[in-house]
């Protein structure tokens, strides 16, 4: 009964769908991380899922991370969409705040269209390493990630939480996630930090006899750096389902919250073209939950009270509430449907009145 409900609104979608699909499609990018994260998955199925149904050749682009994608969605042409970090879009909030102008043009003009899922801080150390927990990462020579990434920015915050200070200058290493392995491996240095949505390809990928030779610092939930650290991330586990080939068990980690991110487009054409593509992201949800990354799994459609500073894009906002209001309608429609009887076997007057088929 529920899907036959949602299938009469989302009929209008789909009519809209139809009609847009012999017109000329619009030309963007999403900017959105190395080739082998997460990311570029999201991006992927967007791409595939929900722009091209409604028109949109929607290129997916990869990056080092949050940090360069906010600086391309507010700079480059074409680029009409973005993945990017809680934290990282709240640097930005910051540092425009403390009256950095350069960082206050970058953000305010930048507007969220929705929270996505999780993705997981992982610690990675050599398996012979003397350290225990992510707690113990003092003072060691860290690859906190490319220059531009999400993961440097947040590699640094975390550290900078936990321990009251920032990574000391001559600790600092600025590697690519493969890099950074390999690092590990021959023993350049102690620790590296990857932020990737599980299951990432970065380590599934790897060969046994290499993947054998790392593991995962788990978060000890009693350490006073771990309640410093959770002012800005967030309990998580890193499951071993995900990593069948490497993690003998679950690992205890933290997380940070992704988002997508437009900006504050005034243009007729490209704000009727994310209008069609917010409802195609409505009309096609259950899709990316079938057919996506297994992180779709995770994404709530939803649009959550923000943190002050953060907006919505007005347009996109108010056709996904409008979807969730007509989803929570058919829900309650449906829920409203007296139950079925329970099937009793035909009397014989009933057959004979042609009451039983």
């Not at 321990?163 to 240095?189: M, R, T």
Request: proline share 7%; glycine share 6%.
């Amino acid at each position: 009964m529920l899907k036959r409900l949602l299938a009469g609104w989302l009929g209008l979608v789909v009519l809209v769908v139809c009609s847009l699909a012999g017109a000329e499609p619009a030309h963007y990018k999403i900017v959105t991380g190395p080739e082998r994260g997460t990311y570029i998955q999201i991006g992927n199925d967007l791409s595939k899922w929900v722009a091209q149904p409604v028109g949109i050749d929607l290129e997916v682009v990869a990056s080092k991370g949050s940090a360069e994608n906010v600086q391309r969605m507010r700079f480059e042409p074409g680029v009409k969409l973005a993945l990017v970090q809680s934290d990282v879009y709240q640097a930005f909030i910051d540092m425009a705040n403390t009256g950095n102008p350069d960082a206050g043009t970058t953000i305010r003009p930048l507007r969220l269209i929705m929270p996505l899922y999780d993705e997981e801080i992982n610690v990675v150390v050599r398996a012979d390493s003397p350290l225990k927990t992510l707690a113990d990462i003092k003072d060691k020579t860290i690859s906190v990630g490319l220059l531009g990434s999400g993961t440097a920015q947040s590699a640094t915050t975390l550290y900078r939480l936990m321990f009251g200070q920032p990574i000391p200058e001559q600790n600092v290493v600025h590697l690519s996630n493969e890099d950074a392995l390999a690092a590990l491996i021959v023993k350049k240095i102690d620790v590296a930090i990857i932020v990737v949505g599980q299951p990432a390809k970065l380590f599934n990928d790897m060969k046994p006899d290499l993947l054998s030779q790392l593991r995962l610092l788990p978060v000890d939930p009693n350490a006073a750096e771990t309640t410093r650290a959770k002012q800005t991330y967030f309990p998580t586990t890193i499951r071993q389902s995900s990593y069948p080939g490497w993690l003998k068990e679950d690992v205890p980690g933290l997380t940070v919250k992704a988002f997508l991110v437009t900006y504050d487009y005034g243009l007729r054409d490209t704000v009727s073209n994310l209008n069609h593509f917010a409802d195609s992201l409505c009309a096609n949800f259950d899709n990316l939950l079938e057919h996506g990354h297994p992180k779709w799994k995770q994404v709530k459609l939803e649009l959550p009270t923000l943190v002050r500073g953060w907006k919505y894009y007005g347009p996109v906002e108010k056709h996904l509430r409008a979807c969730l209001a007509n989803r929570s309608a058919a829900m309650s429609a449906a829920a409203a449907q007296p139950a079925p009887k329970p099937h009793t076997p035909c009397s014989e007057q009933e057959r004979m009145l042609l009451l039983c088929k």
